[in-house]
């Protein structure tokens, strides 16, 4: 069993952080919030005083942090940088959402120390994180990729190596850029139906049976009551924030201005997040996009 300093024990990284305990693997918990920490400790990881504290020593690194700001500044250019203190043979996983750049510029600067760092972030929310079905898309060599997987299967059903560095959040990137789509669309059908005169189960029903048929509509229905234990009928809390989504719409969008990929879809579920949040709405579930149509 491995020692492993995991540092971000939010939403995601807490649940995360206590399935790798649950594995029998040693974490050394690091977190800004000591209420974080203290979650974590008491299922069993111990607190480390500093990210550096955590790193030390440690045979992997883990981070699952909220931008790409915040990655850049703890590994590479913080007052205390990471890659200052990594043992030669730790493997740092980053499993934050980030731009793909970013992850190149510090997986390069690791490898110019002998260190590996890979992009390995991930997809199936606070649910996936607690119940350790998340999916990985990795950006790595083969070799960082094999050392990865055990570790990354104590937390995720899929594991994904999507491909060298970068490569994880290329495909993060794409696949939140398909889910505003789709839960844009949904949303857009399902409210058309009802100022209609449509039941919206009975129509959610119809287009899963039909070729409208997608994940939105299979287990993430945005109309309030139609599914039980979905965060639109819980008010849209928990889930998945309208500000993250709106963050990774970002993404997508350098992505497409780097690559000269157009977007057009991509760019008009920005601008109806964009809209969305500005109304207040940037911490409900990304699913309350379904307000919007109905509020217009
Ligand atoms: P969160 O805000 O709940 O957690 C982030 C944690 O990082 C916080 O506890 C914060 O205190 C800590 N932190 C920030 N800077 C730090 C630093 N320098 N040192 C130590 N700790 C620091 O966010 P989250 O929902 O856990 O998301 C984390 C990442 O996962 C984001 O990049 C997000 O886009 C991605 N993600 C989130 C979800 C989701 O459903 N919430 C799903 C997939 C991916």
């Excluded at 690091?30 to 607190?47: I, K, R, T």
């Excluded at 690194?61 to 890659?83: D, F, N, R, W």
């Excluded at 959402?97 to 992009?119: K, L, M, W, Y």
């Excluded at 287009?207 to 009551?225: E, F, I, T």
């Amino acid at each position: 069993m491995a020692t492993i300093g995991f540092i971000g024990l939010g939403n995601m990284g807490g649940p995360m952080a206590i399935n790798l305990l649950k594995a029998g693997h040693e974490v050394k918990a690091f977190d800004l919030s000591q209420a974080a920490v203290e979650h974590v400790v008491s299922e069993g990881g111990s607190a480390a005083a500093s990210a550096v504290d955590a790193a030390t020593g440690a045979d992997f690194v883990i981070s699952m942090l909220p931008a790409g700001v915040h990655v850049q500044g703890l590994y590479l250019t913080g007052e205390a940088p990471l890659l200052d203190v990594v043992s030669d043979n730790a493997l740092i996983i980053d499993s934050s959402t980030i731009d793909a750049a970013t992850a190149q510029r510090v997986s390069a600067a690791a490898a110019e120390r002998g260190i590996s760092f890979i992009d390995a972030p991930v997809s199936g929310g606070v649910g996936g994180a607690i119940a350790g079905t998340l999916a990985f898309m990795v950006g790595a060599t083969d070799e960082q990729f094999t050392k990865a997987k055990p570790v990354l299967e104590c937390m995720g059903k899929n594991i994904f190596h999507a491909g060298q560095s970068g490569a994880g959040q290329i495909a993060k990137a794409c696949n939140n850029m398909m889910l505003s789509i789709l839960m844009a669309g949904t949303s857009e059908a399902l409210n058309m139906g009802m100022k209609n005169g449509l039941d919206p189960a009975v129509l959610s029903e119809i287009m899963k049976q039909s070729s409208g048929n997608n994940w939105a509509l299979q287990v993430y229905n945005p109309v309030p009551g139609v599914m039980a234990g979905v965060p639109s009928s819980n008010n849209y809390q928990g889930g998945f924030q309208v500000d993250l989504m709106f963050k990774d719409l970002g993404l997508a969008m350098e992505l497409s201005q780097q690559s000269n990929s157009p977007v057009p879809m991509g760019s008009a579920a920005r601008s109806l997040f964009s809209l969305h949040k500005s109304k207040g709405n940037g911490g409900l579930d990304f699913s309350s996009i379904f307000k919007l149509y109905q509020e217009s």
